[in-house]
């Protein structure tokens, strides 16, 4: 039985190999919230959490705002704040987002801030951060065949580490758009101007053309940033009616304090 089953797996990762763009998940949603758990706590273990109360609260406000207006979703979504200047954002499986202060400096309304972590929640989503990671598996899969065969449990022992899973969050095209659409969705559900989120790509764009080196490669996506911008307008344009209806903001009454806050620190 674990010789078919290891052969099953064999099949499944070679496809992959052969056919990059296939996305293919290797893990349930049960398996996907143990991942995410496990890499949370490596993120914190690694990185600096900026622990400002107001700041916390104000970020993971607007997070449970969008996610409210995702729908039916299996995940408890967590946002936190890293302590580096550096302008980044990432998912991890299962939905805990981690937002840099680089970031929060550079954001200029709520609804910007809203734009960036709906991008993320759609990662989260569609799942994304765990199709990455099976085709990671996919490209080693000689490695770990053999305890996958004996049966060992593929969550019992750390799949990659987390500079690796970090540096793999790079999307293709076809998941940035997917994101994006996503996003552009939550944000105008949750009465956030859609345009926010084109503004802020067109910033980074500026932003990268200054100083390269500031912003995280992952999290830039250059050169895919004037395709997204084209797509997003074209979003914009089909759902104008409804964006017209939410009465879309651009930010917030709390917003210049959490400016505050982040410049202060």
Not at 135 to 154: C, H, K, V
Not at 188 to 213: N, S, W
Not at 229 to 238: A, F, M, Q, V, Y
Request: charged content about 25%; glycine content about 6%.
């Amino acid at each position: 039985m674990r010789i078919k089953r290891g052969l099953k797996i064999w099949a499944i990762l070679t496809i992959m190999i052969l056919v990059p763009s296939c996305a293919i998940n290797l893990y349930s949603v049960k398996d996907e919230k143990v991942l995410g758990k496990y890499y949370a706590k490596e993120v914190e273990k690694e990185k600096k959490i900026l622990h400002i109360t107001a700041l916390e609260q104000y970020v993971n406000h607007i997070g449970q705002k969008l996610v409210q207006n995702v729908g039916e979703t299996p995940y408890a979504y967590s946002f936190k704040v890293i302590d580096e200047d550096e302008i980044n954002a990432f998912a991890l499986p299962a939905g805990y987002i981690f937002v840099y202060r680089g970031l929060l400096e550079n954001i200029d309304t709520e609804a910007q801030l809203a734009g960036v972590l709906a991008h993320e929640i759609g990662h989260v989503e569609a799942r994304h951060s765990t199709e990455r990671i099976s085709a990671m598996q996919g490209t080693s899969f000689l490695t770990n065949l053999g305890a996958i065969i004996l049966g060992a449990p593929a969550l019992a022992r750390p799949a990659i580490e987390l500079a690796q899973i970090l540096g793999f969050l790079k999307y293709s095209r076809v998941q940035e758009r997917e994101a994006d659409l996503k996003g552009v969705e939550y944000m105008t559900r949750a009465g956030y101007e859609p345009r926010a989120m084109v503004d802020f790509l067109k910033k980074l764009q500026e932003i990268h053309e200054k100083r390269p080196g500031l912003i995280s490669r992952v999290f830039m996506s250059h050169p895919l940033t004037e395709e997204r911008i084209k797509t997003l307008n074209r979003w914009i344009e089909d759902h104008a009616s409804m964006i017209e209806t939410k009465d879309c903001k651009l930010t917030g009454p709390k917003f210049a304090i959490m400016s505050e806050l982040v410049t202060k620190e």
